[in-house]
């Protein structure tokens, strides 16, 4: 049953230019020339209740510019686009009592507040009833660990504690519906790991739909099954992790540790990539050359400490896709 | 003292400025047209009271009234108001401590920052704003309300003269609205009763000559007078040429009082801030 | 859609946690409150000293006199404090626009005004707030007023409705955000401009003057004949005497032709983007 369904969604910019320079300063006063950028080109899309999707693409691809559509504050050019049976930006206070958007880089929580009087100020606002709000508070504060911070001011929270009290608030409200754009910027390992602990919890307990924005890829390997990735405008990819390297590359990298850091590897089917010291890397196509056979002939001709067989991480790919499309990451 | 060649780091100071206020022409034009209404108010709130009483209350012309509220007008961006938002910004981090660490003279230095405050602000509004009210006016229709030019060359002499002493004069009042936030760790207090003092004793909220009779004498040999007051004075020719030397000694004697007291408070207000470790 | 009065009720509810919020954080630094309502006060206080001294010399301004000037400065004193405070989040929006922080009040299910009136609630206007109801005391025992409760409810009506037109310019200063932040500071023209305006009756100003803040920025109009009407004098200007009771209405239309014009703002910042 498709909660979000997006149909050739179009969204043009205006963007001011401007000339360098002293010259170009002044006739910028004058008269203005405009650029125009397509956000988005035609972006279609439909995602079912329940699921955790990754929404990844290089800056400027049209990735915040969907989910500002998606979440009603901006009003597309053209296209159809419905959240959970409503125009989102058409109904906007309908559409966004049903929904939590967190932002990595900026907080919604009251700067000067304690965490648990934001939380107490957003039940006001989102006009939750009394019962519901107390179990959904007790229950964000008890899968975040957030018990120890509730009286602290939030511009004293280190990151990964504002990230954690921002996840609470946005779920207070009870959304079937979260967008989370980069809610892992900047966290340290551990907080990363309770972050997307979380995520994977309240979308597989509670069923509540996700759309992760990131640039992170170990958050994708780690949560989403479903990765969605858009540059200039346009959905390149839209499926499984498995199926988005499929499309890109078949390719496996296998790295070895010789014993002679100097040695020559002359092998058909395999390309060195990489050589640092002791340890080469080699690119090889599994279905050319299967990764045992390589091995075996590799073995047979240099004396090797360690190695290990790897897809070449998902940033390769990613950055593969995104050229092959023109595109710059 | 200061050398010659030591000037540079307070001409780049005062050139930064510029440049910076010269981006927001927007904003200029913004704060021209509001002075403009205030200034229309003003004026005909006094003709409302000249059209109703006896020239015996009258102690100059109406016509000199509205030139003065234009002046006054004009020259808005010189008097000493709110503190410099770096200086501010350094007390309350604390940063102000480094000062200490700077190669150059410390008043100087601070002189130079409210130099670089009034200047730029002044240039792009003063120009503009008299030229409206001088010429744009009486285009329509509103000549009565005009900023007169001056009776002669040589009160206009004197009076660019006069703005000189009167700007050097701002400038030391400013700098020591800077230096009271050192007292104050960054409250406003100082400044805030600067700004009320400034409003009432300069002419800007009433014209002196309107203000009591008995106040006058007070009025003419505080500091504040010397700000556009007595410049105007000499601008209109209320003031014989010869009196433009009394006008100087005023405001100078002031600005060099100030110049004392701020230099006095500067280096103490450092030295405890440093003790303080704030 | 909820019903009207539960819509209100709704809106002060959250309105009045805003500003529980916003009082209780600046009462914890009560010496700095301490001095910004002294100091604000002193401040207003020595503007209504200009005009004593002025009626000192002149004795009247085209007859009116000093008590029954109070009056109409002491309305208008009174209703720019509490606009200046209730509105500040206003004030401030061109920052919240560029600070891309807008985005986040459009993500709540609630009114943007709303929002951005709880956002702050200076409580130091109270200064100017005490100088005003002073100077209409001044007015009220200096002048000869003949108070009745219709006429106290009509300054009051007075009051609320000049609060309704500050709030207005406020509301369209904030729209204009939208499209320019530098240029901001023309509606200071207006706010202050006609504060400082309506302190005066406006029969003293020229007619143009007036017209346009009778009928198009309607301070004068909410102050000026409800003033009128409750000194109980003929108004100059030749109006009948019912005008002044039912003048403070171009007050709550003004603010209503303001949201109106904000919600044109929204919409073109939702189509353009931040």
Not at chain 1, 192 to 214: S, Y
Not at chain 1, 306 to 317: C, G, K, Q, R
Not at chain 2, 151 to 161: E, F, K, R, T
Not at chain 3, 8 to 20: E, P, S, V
Request: with cysteine.
């Amino acid at each position: 049953m498709a909660q979000i369904v997006v149909d050739n969604l179009v969204k043009t910019y205006r963007v001011a230019e401007r000339t360098p320079g002293l010259w170009g300063a002044l006739r910028g006063v004058a008269r203005r020339t405009h650029r125009t950028v397509r956000a988005l080109d035609g972006v279609s899309f439909s995602i079912d209740r329940g699921e955790l999707v990754g929404y990844i693409g290089p800056n400027g691809a049209g990735k915040s510019t969907t989910v500002k559509a998606l979440s009603g504050i901006l009003v597309p050019d053209g296209g159809r686009c419905e959240v959970a049976g409503r125009v989102p930006w058409r109904d906007r206070i309908a559409h966004v009592a049903e929904i939590g958007v967190v932002f990595g880089q900026r907080t919604q929580l009251w700067w000067d507040l304690p965490v648990i009087e934001s939380f107490d100020l957003l039940r006001e606002i989102y006009r939750v009833p009394g019962d519901r709000y107390r179990q959904a508070r007790d229950q964000m504060i008890e899968l975040l660990d957030l018990g120890a911070l509730l009286d602290v001011p939030v511009r004293q929270l280190s990151l990964g504690q504002r990230m954690r009290a921002d996840l609470a608030a946005a779920l207070l409200h009870g959304p079937a519906i979260l967008f989370l754009d980069e809610p892992t910027i900047g966290l340290d390992a551990v907080s990363k790991l309770a972050v997307r602990d979380f995520i994977k919890q309240i979308n597989r307990d509670r069923g509540v739909t996700v759309i992760l924005t990131t640039h992170d890829m170990d958050d994708i390997e780690a949560l989403c099954t479903r990765v969605m990735v858009i540059a200039g405008g346009k959905i390149l990819s839209d499926g499984t992790l498995v199926a988005l390297r499929a499309q890109v590359t078949r390719e496996r990298w296998l790295t070895v540790d010789l014993v002679d850091a100097g040695a020559a590897i002359d092998e058909p089917g395999a390309t060195e990539i990489r050589r640092d010291g002791h340890r080469v890397c080699l690119a090889f196509d599994p279905e050319v050359v299967p990764p045992a056979a390589l091995i075996q002939r590799l073995a047979g001709r240099h004396a090797i400490r360690d190695l290990f067989v790897e897809n070449p991480p998902i940033e390769a790919i990613v950055a593969r896709l995104y050229a092959s499309h023109g595109q710059a990451p | 003292m200061i050398r010659a060649g030591g000037l540079r780091p307070y001409r780049a100071i005062v050139g930064a400025r510029f440049r910076v206020l010269l981006q927001y022409r927007a904003a200029a034009l913004a704060g021209l047209w509001t002075q403009v209404v205030f200034g229309l108010v003003l004026i005909m709130v006094y003709e409302a009271f000249y059209r109703s009483s006896s020239p015996a209350t009258q102690p100059i012309a109406f016509a000199q009234v509205a030139s003065y509220v234009w002046f006054g007008q004009a020259l808005f961006a010189m008097l000493p108001w709110s503190a410099d938002a770096e200086v501010r910004a350094m007390v309350r981090s604390g940063a102000v401590a480094y000062e200490l660490c700077r190669p150059v003279d410390l008043y100087g230095l601070w002189y130079a920052r409210a130099v670089a405050q009034r200047s730029a602000p002044t240039l792009l509004r003063a120009v503009p704003m008299a030229l409206i009210a001088a010429l744009v006016l009486p285009r329509v229709g509103l000549g009565e309300w005009r900023l007169a030019p001056p009776p002669s060359l040589a009160c206009a002499a004197g009076a660019a003269v006069a703005l000189l002493g009167a700007f050097v004069l701002s400038c030391a009042l400013s700098t020591l609205n800077n230096v009271s936030l050192l007292w104050t760790l960054g409250g406003e207090g100082v400044v805030l009763l600067m700004t009320t003092v400034v409003t009432l004793l300069s002419g800007l909220a009433v014209p002196l000559p309107l203000l009591p009779g008995w106040a006058q004498p007070v009025l003419a040999w505080l500091p504040f007078a010397g700000l556009f007051d007595l410049p105007f004075r000499v601008y209109a020719g209320h003031l014989a040429p010869g009196q433009l030397a009394s006008v100087l000694v005023r405001q100078t004697g002031w600005t060099l009082a100030l110049i004392a007291l701020g230099r006095w408070l500067l280096g103490r207000g450092l030295r405890r801030l440093v003790v303080q470790g704030g | 859609m909820t019903r009207l009065p539960d819509a209100i009720g709704d809106a002060i509810r959250l309105y009045g946690r805003y500003a529980a919020l916003s009082i209780r954080s600046q009462l914890q630094y009560r010496a700095s409150f301490v001095t910004g309502v002294v100091s604000t006060f002193l401040v207003t206080a020595s503007e209504f000293l200009g005009i004593w001294a002025l009626f000192d010399r002149f004795g009247q301004i085209r007859g009116w006199r000093l008590p029954e000037v109070a009056l109409f400065y002491g309305l208008v004193s009174v209703s720019f404090a509490i606009s200046d405070s209730i509105g500040r989040g206003l004030d401030l929006f061109g920052a919240t626009v560029k600070s891309g922080d807008f985005d986040r009040l459009l993500l709540r299910p609630r009114s943007t005004v709303l929002q951005l009136l709880g956002q702050d609630l200076p409580l130091r206007r109270i200064g100017r707030l005490a100088q005003g109801l002073g100077v209409i005391g001044y007015a009220v025992i200096a002048g000869s007023i003949d108070w009745t409760v219709g006429r106290a409810l009509l300054a009051v009506a007075s009051v609320a409705a000049s609060v309704c037109a500050f709030l207005g310019l406020l509301v369209l200063q904030a729209t204009t955000a939208f499209w320019t932040v530098e240029s901001l500071e023309v509606w200071n023209a207006f706010t202050y401009g006609g504060a400082t305006m309506g302190q005066y009756p406006l029969s003293i100003y020229r007619w143009w003057f007036r017209g346009f803040f009778i009928l198009v920025v309607p301070i004068g109009c909410v102050v000026y004949f409800p003033g009128v009407a409750i000194l109980g004098r003929p108004d100059p200007l030749g109006a009948p005497g019912f005008v002044g009771w039912i003048a403070p209405l171009a007050g709550p239309a003004f603010l209503a032709i303001a949201l109106q014009v904000w919600r044109v703002g929204v919409r073109h910042y939702r189509s353009t983007g931040s």
